[in-house]
């Protein structure tokens, strides 16, 4: 289970932070202060600052100018708005680029990328590392102790834009870490199979980044260098926190992240105090919310379930979709609330104030193109309006900041298999880590069933049951641990490959699966891929992707066999075993809700879960737990007729919200609506 720390993210603002990324060196000093007058009409109690200032604060080697940056602080401090500001590091100026070409990450082609746009630095280029590093504490000595800072805000979104660089320096820095990790060339080349195709190294010097080649490359290799590249953002990261604790002691510390597989980052816990998350779900795309759930809950999940913080979305569309629909009205709001539920303690927009040139002048923004006068502030500004009047000392929610979620369900995030699954040896391109493990989220949300994500590291204590989709690659200590949760009564589901690989990425031979499949009565000797002639059943439910061929221990009992014309039929594709006190199940395919569903449902059932609201799937319900001991049960209405929910439990009461609660304490809420109810623990 969870930490529960009920410390509010940012302790230094009262209620739940509202606001935006600030950019005002796009704009004359004329306008700043207009800004700072709408912000307060607005509800505004927090901006982010200076993420792309770096070239205004530093227009040559050295030279610092914080003129602006001192105004700006001013000005908003006065205005009683107080700043998460930022490192500015995420874009070196150009004069850095052109002066240290050792900047300039590369490609796997060798090709280095050129400046111009934004992240275009090597996480490892000591040119990068020592500008930036100096800016950090400059900015961190000259704002500590200023009464406007609230929070300090890491680079942006790091590794968002480019996941692995291949350069020299890395290259360098990469056979540091080999031989940091394995000792010696002799264990090496065992971990990485270099037998196989002529590849064994006889020197250090041989070992290259994972650079394009006549064909595939080694899976082994490459999943090392993803690890190495891994330490080397978590590094980037936590070199600019320790520079700021040194020299601004007691601010809190964030770093925003947006969809990105560029680093384990579950690795920042104890590196930053909170972590912040980028959100830009499509609103063309049905039940892209459900996305965006998974990304709040793994966000929350990757600081051990500390409440979080939605640094940014969009008020209405962004810009870079080759499609960019805008937000209908209510959307914005809805979607805000939905961050809330699952444990954020801001609601935070890109941008405050919408540009008029540049890469993003058709992003929208808390104040549009079309001015204060628009629907669409009058909306940024009744949602400000309407979270001071909820949270903070005298709203109607006054622990919901600080509060966190409580889940009897945890479902394991594994970067390692996430990246391994991603390359040519893999045996189907259809093996979508992340979607498989979305699918069982997605699956739980429709069951109205809250859930912690936890990385394979993590402790399963207090949980009753754990989900473990497509854990392709799982060392035997987690393997034990899965055992001994089961053995102890626990319930665990798992499957679609799982256990295939070692840390290593070696095969287990014997059966696939090893001590996991013994676990789950089952023994594997082969798998098949789904081809585009497709049509492969399960207990009658279309299946795809990646089919476990199962044969099932006599005792276990199988839910679905596979069947239709297919050479599968006969062999199982879900079963059930007891395990000791507990119970194992195994899903060896990508079923659709349709069949997903009711497996989730027998694995709830087993483990004693049950969900919170009896509803429809577009209803989502999520439960924050305050530090006085009050529930706030969040029910959030995603569809587009009226919908009906009725807690599975007894004494709820109506805190927020325009739905009603009728006599059979059954909740009506119109499209895009939330409520709040609440009641004591
Ligand atoms: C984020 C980024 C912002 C802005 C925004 C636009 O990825 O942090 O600076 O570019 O996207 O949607």
Redesign the pocket.
């Known amino acids: 289970m969870h930490a529960r720390t009920f410390a509010p993210a940012v302790g230094l603002v009262d209620g739940i932070l509202y606001g935006g990324?600030y950019n005002p060196e796009q704009w004359s000093p004329s306008t700043w202060k207009e800004d700072i007058g709408l912000m307060k009409e607005a509800g505004v109690n927090l901006v982010t600052l200076g993420?792309f200032s770096w070239a205004i604060l530093e227009p040559s080697e050295g030279e610092y100018d914080f003129s602006r940056m001192d105004i700006l602080m001013e000005l908003l401090s006065a205005g009683g708005i107080k700043v998460d500001l930022a490192t500015g590091t995420a874009a070196q100026p150009a004069w850095a680029s052109v002066a240290y070409t050792d900047i300039a990450p590369m490609d796997e082609r060798g090709m280095r990328f050129s400046h111009g746009s934004r992240q275009s630095y090597c996480p490892n280029s000591p040119s990068y590392l020592r500008l930036s590093r100096a800016l950090v504490e400059a900015l961190g000595k000259r704002y500590a102790a200023h009464p406007a800072l609230a929070l300090w805000h890491v680079n942006?979104?790091v590794a968002?834009h480019l996941q692995a660089c291949t350069c020299d320096t890395c290259a360098a820095l990469f056979r540091k870490w080999l031989a940091s990790r394995y000792g010696g060339l002799e264990r090496l080349n065992e971990a990485w199979g270099t037998a196989f195709w002529s590849q064994r190294y006889s020197s250090w010097e041989e070992i290259v980044p994972p650079r394009v080649s006549t064909a595939s490359l080694n899976p082994a290799a490459r999943l090392d260098y993803r690890r190495f590249m891994s330490d080397s953002f978590l590094d980037l990261v936590r070199g600019e926190a320790g520079i700021l604790r040194r020299v601004s002691p007691g601010i809190p510390i964030t770093t925003?992240l947006?969809w990105t597989d560029g680093a384990d980052w579950f690795r920042l816990d104890g590196v930053v105090d909170a972590l912040a998350y980028?959100s830009?779900p499509d609103p063309s795309e049905k039940e892209s919310w459900r996305w965006a759930a998974y990304m709040f809950d793994l966000t929350r999940g990757h600081l051990g379930g500390k409440p979080w913080l939605l640094m940014?979305q969009?008020p209405s569309q962004?810009n870079?979709r080759p499609l960019n629909a805008a937000k209908k009205p209510g959307l914005m709001r809805l979607w805000s609330s939905q961050a809330l539920a699952h444990g954020s303690d801001s609601v935070l927009f890109?941008?405050w104030r919408a540009s008029v040139r540049g890469s993003?002048q058709f992003?929208s923004a808390m104040l549009p193109h079309a001015g204060a006068s628009s629907r669409r502030h009058a909306e940024v500004k009744a949602f400000g309006m309407e979270l001071a009047r909820l949270s903070g000392k005298n709203g109607s929610l006054p622990g919901l900041a600080g509060s966190v979620v409580s889940a009897r369900a945890a479902l394991i995030n594994s970067y390692d298999s996430w990246w391994f699954s991603q390359y040519r040896p893999f045996p189907t391109d259809a093996y979508d880590y992340q979607r498989f493990v979305r699918d069982w989220h997605d699956s739980l949300s429709r069951l109205h069933v809250p859930v912690d994500i936890i990385s394979p590291r993590d402790s399963l204590d207090g949980y009753g049951l754990v989900l473990a989709p497509a854990l392709f690659l799982a060392d035997e200590e987690l393997l034990s641990r899965l055992g001994s949760f089961v053995k102890d009564g626990g319930t665990l589901a798992t499957g679609i490959g799982a256990a295939m690989v070692d840390e290593e990425g070696k095969v287990r031979t014997g059966g696939y699966g090893g001590q996991l499949a013994r676990l789950c009565g089952i023994h594997i000797q082969e798998y098949d891929v789904e081809t585009p002639r497709g049509g492969v059943t399960a207990g009658g439910y279309p299946v795809h992707a990646w089919f476990d061929l199962i044969e099932a221990a006599k005792e276990t009992e199988v839910l679905a066999f596979y069947e239709g014309g297919s050479w599968l039929a006969g062999f199982a594709a879900a079963t059930k075993a007891k395990a000791g006190k507990g119970n194992a199940y195994w899903l060896g395919t990508r079923a659709e809700s349709s069949y997903l569903d009711a497996f989730m449902a027998d694995c709830l059932a087993a483990a004693g879960i049950e969900g919170l609201v009896a509803a429809g799937p577009d209803i989502e319900a999520c439960v924050r737990l305050t530090a006085s001991g009050e529930e706030l049960l969040f029910v959030m209405n995603h569809g587009e007729g009226e919908g009906r929910a009725r807690p599975v439990t007894k004494g709820w009461k109506l805190v927020h919200g325009p739905g009603v609660i009728d006599e059979g304490e059954e909740l009506a809420l119109t499209p895009l609506t939330f409520a709040v109810l609440s009641r004591r623990a």
């Open positions: 990324d993420v942006n979104e968002c925003n947006m980028d830009y940014e969009a962004v870079w890109f941008q993003e992003h």
